[in-house]
């Protein structure tokens, strides 16, 4: 089935089901890590939780392209998140929660959570028409916010009814193992990227006369070169990802203590999945460059409302439209990201390029962290309003001297710029 010539068809719900249960399962593990944290208090635990993602992104989006293919990848990685969910459950269960053995059924999960989201990225966007690949990647990457509200909601219902993080942790680990019941299923009948097989020579390449897209866009080509295409999207990810959750996660922490923090957890996300669900439709319309403006440039302004708040008028009833607006923007530039970072390499690297891309703010984010931890809120604030206004910067660079690829295949948006040489 050419991923250009056919119709939305069995094969791409399919991998469409695949990909948002992973993305559903990132939401629910990695909320794991930060939830049950005060049980802990531990350095080598933030130093865990911090390295594994990194590792995994890195490690396994180079065995996709390279080796596995996007298939197999994805059997790997759910045997591995079944595996550290199980160590966290008998951790739970049997040890009372050692932080050696959490950490090593924890470090396990997200490994392969993390490690698994750039080849979701390829993988959704090979085998999605032109017409409809921002849609699905958008829509698929937002069960994350799902996942996270999901576990957001266990732990507010397992901590309120015992007072206790083992609680917690066995309850979303449960979960976790229940979806991937599903999971296993959806992904025994997915096929292999047909543009994979193709890059790495296993198939023939479509034969002259063959449609490659049915696009009503038109695009002169890659204006930029991988060099550039990577620093904007570096640069996109560092200001998203830094800034992402200030409102749940930081400004929250001055305002709200124990139980009403998981409730502001789970609020947050539930604002951002109802964001998510309204991106495919802005950005369809808007195309991928202006939405990008939307997006950082709003989120920048966003930042207005929310340091005046904080600062000169801090009334509580005021903090969840606020809260809901940070996460609005938030979700806007996560969806900018997700449409740029599988368009803009061959399918060669594609993975392994994206790993290379969300590395770059997972390493901003550790550094961030110990590098803000002593600024007062105000400096903080400020800090958060910076990055917006970075990230602005280059989607503003971007619309500039960038180029669209929403609607154009991705034969056309990965390609080397003219005059340059693919590597």
């Known amino acids: 089935m050419e991923p250009e010539s056919a119709g939305w068809g069995r094969s791409h719900w399919l991998v469409f089901a695949s990909t948002s249960a992973g993305f559903l399962l990132w939401g629910l593990i990695t ?5 049950v944290y005060p049980e802990f208090h531990d350095p080598v635990y933030i130093a865990v939780v911090a390295a594994m993602p990194l590792i995994g992104d890195i490690a ?8 596995v293919g996007r298939k197999r990848a ?3 990685t759910m045997s591995l998140y079944a595996a550290g969910s199980l160590v966290v459950a008998m951790d739970v269960l049997y040890l009372s929660m050692n932080v050696v053995v959490f950490l090593v059924g924890y470090a396990i999960a997200t490994f392969a959570v993390e490690g698994e989201v750039p080849v979701s990225l390829a993988y959704l966007a090979e085998v999605t028409p032109s017409g409809l690949r921002d849609r699905a990647l958008i829509l698929a990457t937002n069960f994350d916010n799902i996942g996270a509200a999901v576990a957001a909601a266990i732990a507010f219902i397992a901590y309120g009814s ?6 917690e942790a066995l309850s979303i680990a449960v979960a976790a193992l229940a979806a991937l019941a599903g999971v296993a299923v959806l992904r025994s009948r997915i096929p292999e990227s047909l543009r994979w097989l193709r890059a790495k020579g296993r198939i023939p390449h479509a034969v002259e006369g063959t449609p490659i897209h049915e696009s009503t866009e038109t695009s002169t080509g890659p204006t930029v070169g991988f060099l550039g295409r990577y620093s904007f999207l570096a640069v996109l990810g ?3 990802y830094i800034t992402y959750g200030l409102m749940a996660f930081v400004v929250a922490d001055y305002f709200f203590t124990g139980e009403s923090l ?4 789970l609020a947050a996300n539930a604002a951002a999945s109802a964001a998510g669900l309204a991106v495919p439709l802005i950005e369809e319309r808007l195309g991928s460059m202006k939405f990008a403006l939307l997006s950082y440039v709003g989120g920048l302004l966003a930042m207005i409302p929310i340091i005046a708040w904080a600062l000169y008028s801090p009334v509580l009833w005021a903090f969840y439209p606020l809260l809901a607006l940070n996460m609005a923007f938030s979700e806007f530039a996560w969806a900018t990201r997700i449409v740029y970072e ?16 969300r590395a770059a703010p997972i390493a901003a984010y550790s550094a961030s962290a110990y590098l803000t931890s002593s600024l007062g809120e105000a400096q903080f604030l400020m800090y958060n309003a910076a990055l917006w206004a970075i990230g602005a910067a280059a989607s503003i660079t971007w619309r500039l ?3 669209e690829v929403s609607r154009i295949p991705l034969e056309v948006t990965g390609a080397p710029r003219r005059g340059d040489t693919a590597r």
Do not use: C, K, W
């Open 162 to 167: 015992s007072s206790s993080y083992s609680t």
């Open 60 to 67: 396994l989006s180079r065995l996709s392209d390279l080796f």
């Open 262 to 265: 998981n409730f502001v957890v």
């Open 31 to 35: 909320s794991l890590g930060y939830i």
């Open 401 to 403: 001297r960038g180029y």
């Open 238 to 240: 560092i200001s998203q």
């Open 342 to 357: 599988p368009a803009l390499f061959p399918t060669e690297h594609r993975a392994f390029m994206v790993g290379l891309v």
């Open 74 to 76: 994805f059997i790997a």
